[in-house]
């Protein structure tokens, strides 16, 4: 059974701070998917990370995955405010079959204090 | 339409009614996919479509959901004889086909938020 799993669950930071959230996963998967949820809102996605080694940037966002050691990473850089929101990574079921549906993590709850 | 669609946005409803909850993917998406939210946790995979048919709908909880897409576009989930905790928000998703090979991008709708009283 897949299990994604996100730590740290709540994060509290200052502005202007850097900080890393981790996801880590149970099976083997090339990709993982970063999404970001404001309260009451759906799901917007952040990031589609699709290899070994793969690294994309948006703004002060930046995720990398290591499909060997099954991490990935969502470091922020010089935290604002508008980064305040819930993140949450998520994983393809069943890779290679023939599904593809997406296994969350439970979130990560960012709140950015000035 | 340009984004997934679903409606009721809210749907407030007694214990032991039942219920309907719509989704309306983007044009041309052959992959369906409907998650449930409870407060405070991840979304929770219910049932994914694959044209018509149901490809995996492992996550339904029970025989109190059931979930249909008789032609390939619009699905509607089903939950009969809601209990207090069917209350979460519905969530559907679509995309090109699979998550797999080169397709990489599945969209959320803005989900239903069902309560049951």
């Known amino acids: 059974e897949l299990k994604v799993e996100q730590n740290p669950l709540f994060l509290s930071m200052q502005e202007g701070k850097n900080y890393t959230i981790y996801c880590n996963y149970s099976?083997?998967?090339?990709?993982l998917y970063w999404y970001r949820q404001d309260p009451g809102k759906s799901l917007e996605s952040l990031f589609v990370l699709l290899s070994n080694g793969a690294v994309k940037q948006e703004g002060r966002l930046m995720a990398s995955l290591d499909t060997k050691a099954r991490l990935s990473t969502l470091h922020i850089t010089a935290a604002v405010h508008d980064l305040s929101a819930t993140y949450f990574c998520a994983v393809p079921m069943n890779y290679g079959g023939s599904q593809g549906n997406l296994i969350f993590g439970k979130g990560t709850k960012l709140s950015v204090k000035p | 339409g340009a984004g997934v669609s679903q409606t009721p946005s809210n749907k407030v409803t007694e214990k032991g009614k039942y219920v309907e909850l719509r989704c309306d993917p983007i044009s041309g998406h052959t992959a369906l996919y409907w998650y449930r939210q409870s407060l405070g946790q991840g979304p929770e995979f219910l049932i994914y479509f694959q044209g018509t048919g149901a490809a995996d709908d492992s996550g339904l909880p029970n025989d109190r959901f059931f979930a249909v897409r008789p032609e390939g576009s619009v699905s509607t989930l089903k939950i009969q004889r809601t209990e207090r905790g069917d209350s979460a928000v519905y969530l559907c998703?679509?995309?090109?086909?699979?998550?797999?090979?080169?397709?990489?991008?599945?969209?959320f709708g803005q989900g239903t938020r069902l309560t049951v009283v």
């Open positions: 099976t083997t998967s090339d990709r």
């Open positions: 998703a679509s995309s090109l086909s699979g998550l797999r090979g080169g397709n990489t991008e599945a969209f």
